[in-house]
């Protein structure tokens, strides 16, 4: 089982820029998908991004053309870049693989306000 450590989080103002990191242990980790998710208070926790092995990624609609995933596996690590940060980003952004096996860390809190 993949453990998984999320860590960037903070205050921004909209309009900013956040890079989030996922620590993950494992020397297999570069054989799983591994994706972005996040909650924001009473609502749902929902996929932000995803990458694949092979380092190809997806994105939701709300987050597309702002925030770029991407991993590093000689550190096992998978980053969130975030920019042109909004108000309705704000949450507790979580990583895990994808699909989500359910395995949530405690994940690290972005708040976007001025």
């Known amino acids: 089982q993949v453990q998984l450590v999320e860590s960037g989080g903070g205050l921004v103002q909209p309009g900013g820029s956040l890079r989030l990191s996922c620590a993950a242990s494992?020397?297999?980790?570069?054989?799983?998908?591994m994706g972005w998710y996040r909650q924001a208070p009473g609502k749902q926790r929902n996929l932000v991004a995803h990458i694949t092995s092979g380092g190809q990624s997806n994105y939701a609609d709300s987050v597309k053309g702002r925030f770029t995933i991407s991993r590093d596996d000689a550190k096992n690590t998978v980053y969130l870049q975030m920019n042109s940060l909004k108000p309705e980003d704000t949450a507790v952004y979580y990583c895990d693989t994808f699909p989500a096996q359910g395995n949530w860390g405690q994940g690290t809190q972005v708040t976007v306000s001025a």
């Open positions: 494992g020397s297999i980790f570069r054989f799983y998908a």
